[in-house]
């Protein structure tokens, strides 16, 4: 018995100084999301599979965007890993600034990603990120203030309906907010709710001559009826909230309603994190009446890797340990159903353990209903919902956002915001050639 341990001793110790001459330590930029923070605490779990450790860079959502760009454009190489979405990835494929993950194991199950992210994170059929978890958008409301309002929400309601509701449940002496939505400057904050919005209302970023449209009608009326009913029933300093900021707002029971991330479900209902956590609904973004087009999203935080880093192989085993179906269990196993990242597996929504979360079915159904390929009700030239698959979109959205958060915070009209809106367009558009 002694030689066979002492033998399993040795083998051990052969094992682990193999791992070390053969460990990286990966160097990891992602969004200060929850899902992204509960990854950071489960690491240890990679580490003792690959050997490998993690340095996490966590950022805030615009400052992710701009560091990561940066460095990917210029070839810093600060980065083993980035945490990039849908609007990133294709771009970046084509330009040769990401490691194509074409080879990842027959035991990751490419093919079990949903089609919706697979395709959003692919260029000419080849995957360039890797879901962590998919999104899109959707209601997330009181039950207790909606009943106590008089009203019913329908699972799939109309902005009219949305705004008298916010009305009913707005009590400012109670300091409950009837709704919250991003008015955060940044394409991908404040820029993502108003293009759905605008979306719903039928209006569009371009027409099919990439001519800028801020200067019909259907903008006006997009921004105008978002800026009124927030006005009316949205919480002070509304200009300057984004996720995480409404996030916090819902959690403490100051918002009867918030239309934002379907991954955000899982964090409402958080009874550790969430004071109303047994007092959620849930039902399908909105659209105007008269309008098919709702004003949801689709979405995902995806890990890619720089071309170019010297740790291609080490950042190809963390991608298949955070995007797995085993990292899924290891959540599940840890925090329960609930709190695993959503979105991304086909294989999760047909598990009857993640069937019985209340959110699980109305975010699947969300995220089918989001198309990229025809974001609004006329035809455009470009892919994508709350955003335009093209390298100029994130510089000229992020200037307009900057003007449509001064309308909310009462620095200027629509008209004053639209007009601005339409002459950086039209410039930015007409220097790049369109």
Same mark, same amino acid.
């Given at each position: ?22 460990? @990286? ?12 923070? #509960?990854?950071?605490? /489960? ?18 959502? &615009? ?38 993950? &074409?080879?990842?194991?027959? @035991? ?68 409950? &907010?009837?709704?919250?939505? #991003? +008015? ?11 293009? =759905? ?10 027409? @099919? @001559? ?20 927030? +006005?009316?029933?949205?919480?002070? +300093?509304?200009?300057?909230? *984004? ?36 007092? =959620? ?8 009446? *008269? ?12 890990? +890619? ?51 019985? =979360? ?9 995220? /089918? ?66």
């Amino acid at each position: 018995m002694k030689l066979t341990v002492n033998a399993l001793l040795g083998a051990t110790a052969l094992c682990t100084a193999f791992s070390a001459a053969n460990a @990286e330590t990966l160097t990891i930029a992602t969004v200060n999301n929850g899902d992204m923070i #509960r990854m950071q605490g /489960l690491t240890d779990d990679f580490t003792a599979k690959t050997g490998h450790t993690v340095e996490w860079v966590t950022l805030e959502e &615009n400052v992710l965007r701009q560091r990561v760009t940066t460095d990917i454009s210029t070839k810093g190489g600060q980065f083993d890993l980035m945490t990039i979405g849908m609007y990133e990835t294709p771009i970046w494929g084509a330009n040769g600034w990401l490691v194509p993950l &074409n080879d990842l194991s027959a @035991e990751y199950n490419v093919d079990d990603l949903l089609p919706a992210m697979r395709n959003g994170l692919s260029h000419d059929g080849t995957l360039y990120a890797a879901p962590f978890y998919g999104e899109s958008s959707m209601i997330m409301y009181r039950t207790d203030l909606m009943e106590k309002a008089g009203l019913e929400m329908p699972k799939a309601p109309t902005w009219q309906f949305i705004r008298e509701a916010a009305a009913a449940m707005t009590d400012r002496a109670a300091d409950i &907010n009837g709704i919250c939505l #991003r +008015g955060k400057a940044g394409w991908g904050e404040g820029g993502a709710i108003i293009t =759905v919005t605008a979306n719903s209302f039928g209006a569009r970023w371009f027409d @099919e @001559e990439w001519n800028a449209q801020f200067d019909q009608p259907e903008w006006k009326e997009a921004l105008t009826f978002f800026s009124g009913m927030m +006005g009316e029933s949205g919480p002070a +300093g509304y200009a300057t909230n *984004g996720f995480n900021e409404n996030l916090s707002l819902f959690q403490q029971g100051k918002c009867g309603m918030w239309i934002d991330a379907t991954v955000a479900a899982s964090f409402v209902t958080n009874p550790n994190d969430s004071t109303v956590a047994d007092k =959620v609904g849930f039902a399908l973004a909105p659209n105007s009446e *008269g309008v098919e087009k709702r004003a949801n999203w689709l979405w995902a935080w995806a890990l +890619g890797i720089p071309a170019g880093t010297q740790k291609e192989a080490a950042a190809k085993q963390f991608i298949e340990w955070a995007t797995s179906t085993s990292y899924i269990e290891l959540v599940a196993a840890k925090e329960g159903w609930a709190n695993v990242p959503p979105g991304a597996r086909t294989s999760l929504y047909e598990n009857p353990n993640y069937q019985a =979360v209340p959110f699980a079915q109305m975010t699947l159904d969300s995220i /089918l209903a989001a198309d990229p390929n025809n974001p609004t009700v006329k035809p455009v030239p470009y892919v994508g919902i709350q955003f335009a698959a093209i390298p100029e979109f994130a510089g000229i959205a992020t200037e307009v956002s900057q003007e449509f958060s001064a309308v909310y915070a009462g620095q200027q009209t629509v008209d004053e915001a639209l007009a601005k809106a339409q002459a950086l367009t039209t410039d930015a558009m007409e220097a790049a050639g369109y």
